[in-house]
């Protein structure tokens, strides 16, 4: 879907989305030294440090940290969910069903399940989001179903002034 949905300015408000609509990221291609580097940093665990040691590893070979499988999500959610207040989580449920391996191509498509206006905050609602991080082959590395804070574009004319319910 493209990204000019919505508003002139490109952002997308609460109004502007309904259950089913897709928008699908770029690519990003993983290499070897983002997952040392990542790891060295973030998760010094051998099967994402040593390549030679991951091969006696449950994953068989050098994986990503599903936390850095997570951290390229958000960037590439950031980039194709254009949401006018921003990516601000809620809560959610994350799964990593396959190790991501050196050189996939990681792009992120995210589903609109569902959309709910605030009853108590007249100025956003929620939306519940599936982003499904997939390589070149259309693997699934990580599902994330989260829920996500999204702002209207303007206050129901219905809504009290001082902001009360």
Do not use: C
């Not at 300015?9 to 993983?30: A, N, Q, R, W």
């Amino acid at each position: 879907m493209s990204n000019s949905i919505g508003t002139t300015t490109g952002k997308v408000y609460l109004e502007d989305l309904s259950e089913g609509m897709v928008y699908e990221s770029s690519g990003f291609k993983l290499e070897a030294a983002d997952i040392h580097a990542f790891a060295r940093e973030f998760d010094p665990q051998p099967f994402h440090l040593d390549d030679v040691a991951a091969r006696d590893t449950l994953f068989g070979g050098l994986a990503a940290s599903g936390w850095h499988t997570a951290a390229i999500t958000m960037k590439l959610l950031v980039q194709s969910l254009p949401l006018a207040g921003g990516i601000i989580g809620a809560g959610g449920d994350i799964a990593w069903p396959r190790p991501t391996r050196p050189g996939d191509v990681l792009r992120v498509v995210s589903t609109i399940l569902s959309v709910q206006p605030s009853r108590s905050k007249p100025d956003r609602g929620m939306v519940t989001v599936q982003s499904e991080t997939r390589n070149q082959h259309g693997d699934v590395f990580q599902r994330l179903v989260a829920r996500l804070v999204v702002p209207r574009s303007r206050v129901p004319s219905t809504a009290p002034l001082d902001g009360s319910s």
